[in-house]
């Protein structure tokens, strides 16, 4: 989850309630609710009903995964075997006649479960006004970093509405994308609304459009991933592989001048000699033959 919560109401109000549990939660589009465990309030606050990940959601207003319990009972019910929250202990506590409450939180927050969630969160920070602000001196996000030299933008680079972390060497073009330490981007190359992970190389004249790259990855010139409009699919994983976006693999390479469709998979460790051809239609797969 992406979020910043002060806890401090959240455990005033549990106090305030002399709760046994209060169970964080906010609202979520329908369409996504089934996703989550979630939750009916009465007027009072306190949880009239939870039902975890149903398919068929009549609510919107889902569990944060964010609980205040009252500790006794809480080793109480661990010690009898109730270790999941959202399929035993919550339910258990709900139709038992617990007294458990929902805290109601208005903010930014993100499930990235998914790889779908996990590039539309990314995006979100990249705006003009992103909805979470990574740079507020009194509340500092922290993360594990590298020593490397400052990012190096080349005269003829252009950067919009992006994250650059230090040790790139950008000499093209980023718009609206991530770029992890280290990244380098060629001359002439474009690299729009993607995630690039740490020491990827972008050969010159390549594009990525839509894309999320694992580390280490090489990306040969004028090579094209997430190329043209067909969304078809991905055949594999089409539950799960349909909104355009196409992966690429941890250390994998692509090779120069390759077309990689839209909802593409691009396995770990692929090499030039696992592509039957340099065309990978929409919705493909190249696995690593060894």
Not at 94 to 109: P, R
Not at 140 to 167: F, N, W
Not at 270 to 288: C, K, M
Request: proline share 6%; hydrophobic share 40%.
């Amino acid at each position: 989850h992406v979020y910043k919560m002060d806890y401090r109401p959240f455990i005033a109000l549990h106090r305030a309630r002399d709760a046994d549990l209060t169970v964080a939660v906010r609202r979520v589009p329908l369409a996504d609710a089934n996703r989550f465990g979630i939750l009916e309030l009465g007027d009072d606050g306190r949880v009239t009903r939870f039902i975890e990940k149903p398919p068929n959601p009549t609510s919107n207003l889902v569990s944060m995964g964010v609980y205040a319990f009252r500790w006794p009972l809480l080793r109480e019910l661990l010690s009898a075997g109730k270790v999941d929250f959202g399929r035993d202990v919550l339910p258990f506590m709900v139709e038992s006649g617990h007294s458990v409450h929902g805290y109601e939180y208005t903010g930014y927050w993100q499930d990235i479960g998914t790889v779908d969630a996990y590039w539309q969160a990314s995006m979100d920070l990249v705006a003009d006004q992103p909805p979470m602000d990574l740079y507020e001196t009194g509340w500092l996000i922290y993360t594990k970093s590298e020593e490397r030299a400052p990012a190096h933008i080349g005269s003829d680079a252009r950067v919009t509405r992006s994250l650059v972390s230090h040790g790139c060497i950008i000499e093209g073009a980023v718009e609206r994308s991530i770029l992890s330490p280290g990244v380098r981007i060629g001359a002439g190359a474009v690299v729009r609304e993607s995630i690039v992970m740490f020491d990827t190389e972008v050969g010159p004249g390549a594009v990525l459009d839509r894309a999320i790259v694992d580390k280490e990855c090489v990306i040969g010139a004028d090579a094209r991933i997430g190329d043209g409009r067909v969304l078809r699919p991905n055949r594999s994983e089409p539950e799960r592989r349909f909104s355009g976006l196409t992966r690429v693999g941890k250390q994998a390479h692509v090779p120069a001048r390759a077309r990689i469709g839209r909802n593409c998979r691009i396995d770990p460790y692929v090499t030039e000699s696992d592509y039957p051809r340099r065309r990978v239609a929409a919705g493909d797969t190249v696995a690593h033959a060894g």
